[in-house]
């Protein structure tokens, strides 16, 4: 038989709901369900084989299940001129910076040049930065190896300026979060269903230079001046590679979404996709600073009826209760250990731990407070490198769970967009975690801040 259609287009409804992640779930009368992370994607079904029009979004407890469709996300809400070519673009700009020039010193605002992006690199326009504890750690260099003049910050939101040779995935006037860790698509573990930590583009703290080449982008007076994560956003522009740029909805406002750049997403994911908590469960967070209320955030989002936040400081007590915490133990007021008055209150244990800390003694009490049976904590702080985690193997051997993350588990391009649509649709409340706003110039009130312990996140604005 002929088909009556053949030759026209075919229109049909497609229903669209959202998952607790932020993943969109496409429904229509196809003869496939298909899951695109991007609200913006459209399923197209056709005489092609399926796997031309979608393939498979890799993404925890579905990625065998969902799918996402070739077309890129949000590339019907560019504006036109935004596809312009920067006419900067292979040019050495000159801008403020944010510059460290010793362990400890005031960051002093320079002009500094900023060398065009080399291949796979890209040089972004940074609107908003937040500060973050690494960036303290590293610039008052207790125990680290000193690198000065440096350009730190990597929680950040910006705007495409330039392009190197090979991106393709990116181009001039995209909305995007650069990010101190990488996904570069290619190596094992970018592949990999389970692991976020590219072989190519990991976390390294000592590096001051692009990897590409070996050299920084940054200079004043023709002497280098050191990049810090890959990223450096205390500058008015930055280049970064670009496995290490999550573009994102040119809706989200850069000034809320730049904090989804490390902390905030380290603790929801710890919870989300690691600790994994049923509706009803109970949680229990240790460490109450920014990436623990991240994880206690992830908690509310997971439906958890009750979140236990533990801190040495009582008066974070208060403020927690905006991130869904309901009870609070502080370990100073008891006599016992705190995991065993822990399990006092809650029948033998609580069903999912998340430590935010990096105190050994804390992650052992994180784990030795989890349910027998089925019991899961998540280790997500950093401890000095010769701590030792002990405790009885029996723990292990009455079914609790012991697990790490980095970063959440997210995989920073193909999982941060997804974040940024939680936000937008009222899935995720990113306000509350900012307590303060300043100037470029004014950016050592934010380290001030940090110091005195008064703030969560303190959003910096580098330009307009």
Same mark, same amino acid.
């Given at each position: @038989? ?17 998952? +607790? ?12 369900l298909l899951q695109a992370k991007f ?12 796997? *031309? ?30 596809? @312009? ?9 000159? /801008? ?35 500060? &973050? ?20 910050? +990597? ?9 190197? *040779? ?20 290619? /190596?094992? +573990? ?6 976020? @930590?590219?072989?190519l583009l990991r976390i390294n703290t ?20 050191? +990049? ?22 040119? *809706? ?9 750049? &490390? ?135 009455? *079914? ?30 990113l306000d509350k975690f900012i307590t ?29």
């Amino acid at each position: @038989m002929i088909s009556t259609t053949a030759g026209e287009v075919i229109s049909y409804k497609v229903f669209g709901t959202r998952d +607790h992640l932020g993943r969109s779930t496409v429904q229509g009368n196809s003869q496939a369900l298909l899951q695109a992370k991007f609200s913006h994607s459209k399923a197209i079904w056709g005489d092609r084989p399926y796997k *031309e029009n979608a393939k498979l979004y890799c993404r925890r407890s579905c990625r065998m299940q969902s799918a996402q469709t070739h077309k890129k996300p949000f590339e019907d809400q560019i504006d036109p001129s935004s596809k @312009m070519a920067s006419s900067t673009a292979g040019q050495v700009i000159t /801008c403020k910076a944010a510059v460290a020039w010793g362990p400890g010193q005031p960051l002093k605002i320079e002009k500094v040049e900023v060398a065009p992006p080399q291949a796979m690199e890209v040089r972004i326009k940074v609107h908003y930065t937040a500060l &973050c504890r690494t960036d303290l750690v590293f610039w008052e260099a207790e125990g680290q190896t000193p690198l000065f003049p440096r350009i730190f910050g +990597h929680e950040a939101a910006g705007i495409v300026e330039s392009v190197g *040779e090979g991106v393709t995935d990116l181009k001039v006037g995209d909305s995007v979060l650069p990010v101190f860790t990488g996904e570069c698509k290619e /190596c094992r +573990h970018c592949k990999s269903e389970e692991s976020n @930590m590219c072989d190519l583009l990991r976390i390294n703290t000592e590096r001051g230079v692009m990897i590409s080449d070996g050299k920084s982008r940054f200079s004043i007076d023709g002497k280098p001046v050191y +990049h810090f994560l890959g990223t450096s956003t205390f500058s008015e522009y930055t280049v970064v590679h670009v496995g290490c740029v999550a573009k994102i909805n040119p *809706e989200a406002p850069l000034n809320k979404v730049c904090i989804l750049s &490390c902390g905030v997403s380290t603790g929801m994911g710890a919870t989300l996709n690691v600790g994994k908590p049923k509706k009803g469960s109970t949680v229990a967070i240790f460490g109450l600073g920014s990436v623990g209320l991240g994880a206690a955030e992830g908690a509310r989002i997971a439906g958890a009826s009750r979140i236990i936040g533990i801190d040495l400081n009582s008066d974070r007590y208060e403020q927690a209760k905006l991130f869904g915490v309901t009870e609070f133990i502080n370990p100073k007021d008891h006599k016992k250990p705190v995991q065993e008055v822990i399990a006092e209150r809650t029948n033998g244990g609580v069903d999912c731990s998340i430590e935010c800390t990096g105190n050994v003694k804390a992650m052992v009490q994180a784990f030795e407070s989890c349910h027998d049976g089925w019991g899961v904590s998540v280790l997500v702080g950093v401890p000095h490198a010769d701590a030792v985690f002990s405790t009885n193997p029996v723990n292990f051997l009455n *079914e609790r769970t012991l697990r790490g993350t980095f970063f959440g588990n997210y995989k920073p391009r193909s999982d941060l967009p997804g974040l940024v649509e939680m936000y937008l649709n009222k899935e995720l409340e990113l306000d509350k975690f900012i307590t303060h706003e300043v100037s470029f110039a004014d950016i050592n009130k934010a380290f001030d801040y940090m110091i005195k312990g008064e703030s969560l996140r303190t959003v910096i604005k580098v330009s307009d």
